[in-house]
């Protein structure tokens, strides 16, 4: 016979006493040593064993004055901020089943709301169900990423690249209008030092975006330093570092889905300070949105006297932004401007007229492509611009009209230009706009580099065989005598046997073309290009053409034909 209650199991007559542990205390005694520790104790006290789970999440629960979410609902409104340990132990607790109402107002502080965000995640995951879901304020994140910003161009950041974000237009259930947007009467700019002062400030709808994790990584003396949060990288924080600990590039690339609501919020300023930034690429709706339109455009405009780069690439229609942008930002010392949209995003994000403004009032542009934005409004639009400093041009065929109509009033307009691109990505472009675009090249009395996107899956051949067929005479092509180089891209489509076929015939329309390159070629198109017939085809056809390259692969035209000739010879 033996026994076995507390004690070790021994014949009768040896009976022997064991110390009690936790796991077999009775549930008062268990309560009185709980009330003794601190919450990230319970928490992990919570996770030894089941029964552990139960007792000592629900106390957690009790002694923060938050309501049991075992009922069903989760609001812990009653302490402000709640406990760090909440949400982690919320998504552990056992006993919640499901949630009928979940309530939380997500903490400021990057680390720690994407701590939250990864919490509520996983915590979703495993509820049977959840009927009604609210999270604010999502105006948090906003403070937080602008004063993660902020404090990267106080340490001299001279590149800035943000990208994605691109259904943030899509997050408020009501737009503000766009004239809360400050214009340069709210704003004292000091060009000199880089600072700007605010005078007033408007108030906006709060953001609401649910974002993911956040990575951060840099590197500094050619050491790699990473510091991860969550588990997956939905959103992206790179920086390079100097020798000097200051950082010199940043980038922020973000994935997150999100849903609308629109609270208010007073939103943050950039500080008084000197920023060094150079180029910005600002690939997000989500900075030419509100709320954080207003901190793009103080922070461009107090880096104003520095900044020569400016890089735009839009999803959604920004020409209420825009609008406010183009009148109110000025960088005088802008060299590179590129204003596009995303390759399936409809066009226009900007009206025309706003871009034109813009471009009126930067004058020292040297480089400049514009894709996706309003086009001018006729074919004898004169542009107000006067690019005395313009370089290269990339835009749509019908831009390269507007732009060569500055010869009209002023043979001598375009100093500068040397290249210029007719470009559209669309999967139904009418490249018979292209006609229009070189009937006007052929206008400029100096030397200029062509350069052709063919991103279109159809037609082109179509349109490339209407110019050989109409013949020398008649062709735009066979006027263009100062277009010395063409390029021609083409990332996209395999040129089928026709296409290929008829390339060389189109080449020998153009008078003057000395060299020709096919740029960014798919791999399939490639080895059709470079095939040795092929090449002496294009040389014997075009015999002022000097060279011919593919991708990286670089022909010399007159030693193909000098050896066709020795061939023949022999």
Same mark, same amino acid.
């Given at each position: 016979?033996?026994?076995?209650?507390?004690?070790?199991?021994?014949?009768?007559?040896?009976?022997?006493?064991?110390?009690?542990? =936790?796991?077999?205390?009775?549930?008062?005694?268990?309560?009185?040593?709980?009330?003794?520790?601190?919450?990230?104790?319970?928490?992990?006290?919570?996770?030894?064993? %089941?029964?552990?789970?139960?007792?000592?999440?629900?106390?957690?629960?009790?002694?923060?004055?938050?309501?049991?979410?075992?009922?069903?609902?989760?609001?812990?409104?009653?302490?402000?901020?709640?406990?760090?340990?909440?949400?982690?132990?919320?998504?552990?607790?056992?006993?919640?089943?499901?949630?009928?109402?979940?309530?939380?107002?997500?903490?400021?502080?990057?680390?720690?709301?994407?701590?939250?965000?990864?919490?509520?995640?996983?915590?979703?995951?495993?509820?049977?169900?959840?009927?009604?879901?609210?999270?604010?304020?999502?105006?948090?994140?906003?403070?937080?990423?602008?004063?993660?910003?902020?404090?990267?161009?106080?340490?001299?950041?001279?590149?800035?690249?943000?990208?994605?974000?691109?259904?943030?237009?899509?997050?408020?259930?009501?737009?503000?209008?766009?004239?809360?947007?400050?214009?340069?009467?709210?704003?004292?700019?000091?060009?000199?030092?880089?600072?700007?002062?605010?005078?007033?400030?408007?108030?906006?709808?709060?953001?609401?975006?649910?974002?993911?994790?956040?990575?951060?990584?840099?590197?500094?003396?050619?050491?790699?330093?990473?510091?991860?949060?969550?588990?997956?990288?939905?959103?992206?924080?790179?920086?390079?570092?100097?020798?000097?600990?200051?950082?010199?590039?940043?980038?922020?690339?973000?994935?997150?889905?999100?849903?609308?609501?629109?609270?208010?919020? %007073?939103?943050?300023?950039?500080?008084?300070?000197?920023?060094?930034?150079?180029?910005?690429?600002?690939?997000?709706?989500?900075?030419?949105?509100?709320?954080?339109?207003?901190?793009?455009?103080?922070?461009?405009?107090?880096?104003?006297?520095?900044?020569?780069?400016?890089?735009?690439? =839009?999803?959604?229609?920004?020409? #209420?932004?825009?609008?406010?942008?183009?009148?109110?930002?000025?960088?005088?010392?802008?060299?590179?401007?590129?204003?596009?949209? &995303?390759?399936?995003?409809? #066009?226009?994000?900007?009206?025309?007229?706003?871009?034109?403004?813009?471009?009126?009032?930067?004058?020292?542009?040297?480089?400049?492509?514009?894709?996706?934005?309003?086009? #001018?409004?006729?074919?004898?639009?004169?542009?107000? #611009?006067?690019?005395?400093?313009?370089?290269?041009?990339?835009?749509?065929?019908?831009?390269?009209?507007?732009?060569?109509?500055?010869?009209?009033?002023?043979?001598?307009?375009?100093?500068?230009?040397?290249?210029?691109?007719?470009?559209?990505?669309?999967?139904?472009?009418?490249?018979?706009?292209?006609?229009?675009?070189? &009937?006007?090249?052929?206008?400029?009395?100096?030397?200029?580099?062509?350069? =052709?996107?063919?991103?279109?899956?159809?037609?082109?051949?179509?349109?490339?065989?209407?110019?050989?067929?109409?013949?020398?005479?008649?062709?735009?092509?066979?006027?263009?005598?100062?277009?010395?180089?063409?390029?021609?891209?083409?990332?996209?489509?395999?040129?089928?046997?026709?296409?290929?076929?008829?390339?060389?015939?189109?080449?020998?329309?153009?008078?003057?073309?000395?060299?020709?390159?096919? &740029?960014?070629?798919?791999?399939?198109?490639?080895?059709?290009?470079?095939?040795?017939?092929?090449?002496?085809?294009?040389?014997?056809?075009?015999?002022?053409?000097?060279?011919?390259?593919?991708?990286?692969?670089?022909?010399?035209?007159?030693?193909?034909?000098?050896?066709?000739?020795?061939?023949?010879?022999?």
């Amino acid at each position: 016979m033996s026994v076995s209650t507390h004690e070790a199991e021994v014949d009768i007559g040896e009976v022997v006493s064991v110390p009690a542990t =936790l796991p077999n205390l009775p549930n008062e005694l268990l309560l009185l040593v709980i009330e003794h520790l601190d919450n990230d104790a319970l928490l992990n006290l919570g996770l030894t064993c %089941q029964r552990m789970n139960v007792i000592a999440f629900n106390h957690f629960f009790s002694a923060n004055d938050i309501h049991n979410p075992g009922s069903g609902c989760f609001n812990p409104h009653g302490t402000t901020p709640p406990p760090v340990e909440t949400l982690p132990i919320l998504r552990r607790a056992l006993f919640v089943t499901y949630l009928s109402y979940f309530d939380f107002a997500l903490n400021i502080g990057i680390e720690r709301m994407f701590s939250e965000l990864s919490d509520i995640r996983a915590l979703t995951t495993r509820l049977q169900s959840m009927d009604v879901f609210n999270c604010l304020p999502m105006h948090r994140w906003y403070r937080s990423v602008t004063s993660l910003l902020d404090a990267v161009l106080e340490k001299g950041c001279t590149e800035l690249h943000v990208s994605a974000g691109t259904k943030f237009s899509t997050l408020y259930a009501n737009h503000i209008a766009v004239q809360e947007l400050p214009g340069l009467t709210q704003l004292q700019v000091n060009l000199n030092q880089g600072r700007i002062v605010v005078e007033k400030e408007s108030r906006f709808a709060r953001l609401r975006k649910q974002l993911g994790r956040i990575r951060f990584s840099g590197r500094r003396q050619n050491q790699k330093h990473s510091r991860h949060v969550g588990d997956n990288n939905d959103v992206i924080v790179n920086t390079a570092m100097g020798n000097a600990g200051k950082v010199r590039t940043m980038s922020i690339v973000d994935k997150a889905n999100s849903s609308p609501v629109a609270p208010e919020f %007073q939103p943050a300023f950039p500080s008084s300070r000197e920023i060094r930034l150079a180029e910005v690429y600002i690939h997000s709706d989500m900075l030419l949105q509100h709320p954080f339109s207003q901190w793009t455009l103080l922070t461009l405009n107090a880096a104003s006297s520095t900044i020569t780069k400016l890089s735009l690439k =839009l999803v959604m229609e920004a020409s #209420p932004t825009w609008n406010i942008f183009s009148a109110s930002l000025a960088l005088p010392l802008l060299q590179d401007f590129k204003f596009m949209n &995303e390759f399936f995003s409809p #066009p226009d994000v900007a009206a025309f007229v706003d871009v034109e403004d813009f471009l009126v009032n930067h004058p020292r542009i040297t480089h400049l492509y514009l894709y996706g934005v309003g086009l #001018p409004p006729s074919s004898k639009a004169v542009p107000r #611009p006067s690019f005395q400093n313009l370089i290269t041009f990339d835009a749509h065929p019908t831009y390269t009209v507007w732009l060569m109509n500055s010869l009209i009033s002023s043979p001598a307009a375009l100093p500068s230009l040397q290249r210029n691109y007719n470009h559209r990505i669309t999967w139904d472009f009418d490249y018979s706009l292209f006609d229009s675009g070189l &009937e006007a090249i052929a206008t400029f009395p100096r030397s200029v580099v062509l350069a =052709l996107t063919f991103n279109c899956r159809s037609d082109v051949e179509s349109w490339i065989r209407s110019h050989v067929r109409a013949g020398v005479e008649m062709t735009a092509v066979s006027r263009l005598v100062h277009t010395h180089t063409l390029s021609i891209y083409d990332s996209w489509s395999e040129y089928n046997a026709g296409m290929v076929a008829i390339i060389p015939d189109w080449l020998q329309l153009f008078p003057a073309l000395k060299h020709l390159k096919f &740029e960014r070629e798919a791999q399939v198109n490639v080895a059709k290009l470079i095939e040795p017939q092929y090449v002496a085809t294009i040389s014997l056809l075009c015999q002022k053409l000097e060279t011919m390259s593919v991708n990286r692969e670089t022909f010399d035209l007159e030693l193909v034909r000098k050896n066709l000739n020795s061939g023949a010879d022999s």
